[in-house]
T-cell receptor, first 115, second 113 residues
Framework: AQSVTQPDIHITVSEGASLELRCNYSYGATPYLFWYVQSPGQGLQLLLKYFSGDTLVQGIKGFEAEFKRSQSSFNLRKPSVHWSDAAEYFCAVGGLIQGAQKLVFGQGTRLTINP | DVKVTQSSRYLVKRTGEKVFLECVQDMDHENMFWYRQDPGLGLRLIYFSYDVKMKEKGDIPEGYSVSREKKERFSLILESASTNQTSMYLC????????????FGSGTRLTVV
């Protein structure tokens, strides 16, 4: 069955530090992978996506993610975080699930930024 | 700007009430979804629809039903609200094209007392 694992429930980093959020997926075919961000009290916003081509993808707000098939991973990175990056981040894998194109989400990683 | 609009941001209902959560999208998306979000559990799919009048159960459909009479509108119905349905409810929509991802609404925080 398709699944997504985000090993870190909560991460704290200092403003200006680099960030890496981990995501591992399980999917039988070529995956479609997404990262979403959710600010407090808001819906989810798409940060970036991968479905083919270059395995390093660029997204909004200075984020990037690298697809590594051998490790079944799609980790999210940012070179220097800002206080406004404090939010919850969700990784998702998309594909044909129960006969329809759907996304399966990880449990999320909450990011706290220290000033 | 494309939008998924959920009719209420906050809702308080009594146990046993019938509750309607409305979602409207203006992007001509074929697919629409209802999720609930709870701390530590992430997003769990309740129901989805890939066409008007079509619906499919997600992972946790018990206690819920849905209606999609028009392409742009997808309603979630709690037939008899219970306290364990207190949660954040998120609506999303997407094209059939699986590469596009979802567009989410801002969510409805439902409290059942």
């Amino acid at each position: 069955a398709q699944s997504v694992t985000q090993p870190d429930i909560h991460i704290t980093v200092s403003e200006g530090a680099s960030l890496e959020l981990r995501c591992n997926y399980s999917y039988g075919a070529t995956p479609y992978l997404f990262w979403y961000v959710q600010s407090p009290g808001q819906g989810l916003q798409l940060l970036l996506k991968y479905f083919s081509g270059d395995t390093l993808v660029q997204g909004i707000k200075g984020f990037e993610a690298e697809f590594k098939r051998s490790q079944s991973s799609f980790n999210l990175r940012k070179p220097s975080v800002h206080w406004s990056d404090a939010a919850e981040y969700f990784c998702a894998v998309g594909g044909l699930i129960q006969g329809a194109q759907k996304l399966v989400f990880g449990q999320g990683t909450r990011l706290t930024i220290n000033p | 700007d494309v939008k998924v609009t959920q009719s209420s941001r906050y809702l308080v209902k009594r146990t046993g009430e019938k509750v309607f959560l409305e979602c409207v999208q203006d992007m001509d998306h074929e697919n629409m979804f209802w999720y609930r979000q709870d701390p530590g559990l992430g997003l769990r799919l309740i129901y989805f629809s890939y066409d008007v009048k079509m619906k499919e159960k997600g992972d946790i459909p018990e206690g819920y039903s849905v209606s999609r009479e028009k392409k742009e509108r997808f309603s979630l119905i709690l037939e008899s609200a219970s306290t364990n349905q207190t949660s954040m409810y998120l609506c999303a929509s997407s094209f059939l094209d699986k590469t596009q991802g979802y567009t989410f609404g801002s969510g409805t925080r439902l409290t059942v007392v």
